[in-house]
């Protein structure tokens, strides 16, 4: 039984605590208090970016869309940044990546060129964005898109749907803050060298600067042409990024020695489970594409063999097909890759990050700072 000093005890305890969180809360409503907190907010949010990227002691690749078409809600689609002689350069801008850059606040105006892989749309659909961006960013020139033939439409197309925006921004923003002249983005088509070959095993080179050097790399997408992987290689340091592909085995040839392999992967047990679902739910389209995705893409197993052969440091995945979000469906979507592969593999994440410092044999993993 409850001594009538305890009972009093307690209830004083309970009105003191109601009190405190009656207080509590009129202060949490009160508007000074919820400006001050989002004047803090604002503070972060407009902080001057971060320049610690783009620091010349290392090659660094993140990645800003790890998913492919399948939706995902913590991933974009397909982009890869490239960090080197103190600019950026992107491979692919698929759907919602532009804005995971303009989250992460790194110099947007130190962008050096976009290479598009192919003319998928979950490779390019954020070009314009990524355009509109780097541009109220401050870049101090037009955006340099690379890719191969057909390039020229792709851009084209996407400077003439963005135009009148421009114009509405320019005219209210003035010529100062939004200049026309840096607005337009200007396509350069890729050529490979020599005639082609029935392996798809060309390469050519996309620039040549500062120490840094980009090469386009023939992949097999077919029925998709072209399709590039593209490598990086600066300072000793480099990376293979592929786009997507079938098993391409002439990929080993241009990838030998990388340190990092960047590589697209179908899942085929989750895709056929997905196949499956969809047919006995009778969306047969769904079940269609589900199929036919399967011809033309490439499997863990063998990224691995190809990464394998080329004796890169560090196999990354990314492009997921499905995006295997949660610590079960990575394992399944990896199923086989400890036998597969001879050396290191891992999974990208939107804001995963890999760090080669020069002058060292070193592969940091880690996660784009925030
Ligand atoms: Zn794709
Ligand atoms: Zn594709």
Not at 239 to 252: C, F
Request: hydrophobic content about 40%; overall charge neutral; some cysteine.
């Amino acid at each position: 039984m409850t001594s009538p000093i305890l009972r009093r005890l307690s209830t004083t305890l309970l009105a003191l605590l109601t009190l405190a969180a009656a207080t509590g809360a009129a202060f949490l409503l009160s508007p000074a208090l919820q400006q001050r907190l989002f004047d803090r907010a604002a503070e972060r949010f407009t902080a001057a970016p971060d320049q610690s990227l783009l620091k010349d002691d290392a090659l660094r690749v993140a990645v800003c869309g790890s998913s492919a078409p399948l939706p995902s809600a913590e991933r974009a689609k397909a982009c890869v940044a490239v960090f080197a002689g103190g600019k950026f350069y992107i491979v692919d801008a698929g759907p919602e990546s532009v804005e995971n850059l303009v989250m992460w606040n790194i110099p947007l105006s130190s962008i050096g060129g976009v290479l598009l892989t192919h003319f998928h749309s979950d490779h390019i659909g954020d070009l314009g964005e990524l355009n509109l961006q780097t541009w109220a960013g401050g870049r101090p020139g037009p955006l340099a898109v690379y890719g191969g033939p057909g390039v020229e439409r792709v851009v084209n197309g996407f400077n003439d749907a963005y135009r009148i925006d421009q114009g509405y921004r320019t005219a209210h923003h003035t010529e100062r803050v939004m200049p026309s002249a840096t607005w337009p983005m200007v396509p350069h088509p890729v050529e490979l060298q020599g005639a082609p070959t029935a392996a798809l095993d060309r390469t050519g080179l996309v620039l040549e600067e500062g120490g840094l050097r980009i090469t386009a790399i023939e992949v097999n997408h077919a029925p998709v042409s072209p399709a590039y992987a593209y490598r990086f290689d600066y300072k000793g340091r480099s990376v293979v990024v592929t786009g997507d592909l079938k098993y391409h085995p002439p990929l080993a040839k241009a990838a030998a020695g990388a340190d990092l392999l960047v590589s697209e992967a179908i899942a085929k047990p989750m895709t056929r489970a997905l196949q499956k679902a969809a047919l006995s739910s009778g969306r047969e389209r769904t079940a269609a594409i589900m199929h036919d995705i399967e011809d033309y893409h490439i499997e863990p197993e063998q990224a691995a063999s190809i990464a394998n052969e080329a004796r890169v440091k560090l196999l990354v995945f990314y492009h997921l097909l499905p995006a295997p979000d949660g610590l079960l469906p990575r394992r399944l979507f990896a199923q086989g890759l400890n036998t597969a592969r001879k050396g290191e593999w891992t999974i990208a994440d939107d804001g995963s990050l890999y760090t080669l410092p020069i002058g060292s044999g070193e592969v940091r993993e880690g996660r784009i700072p925030r």
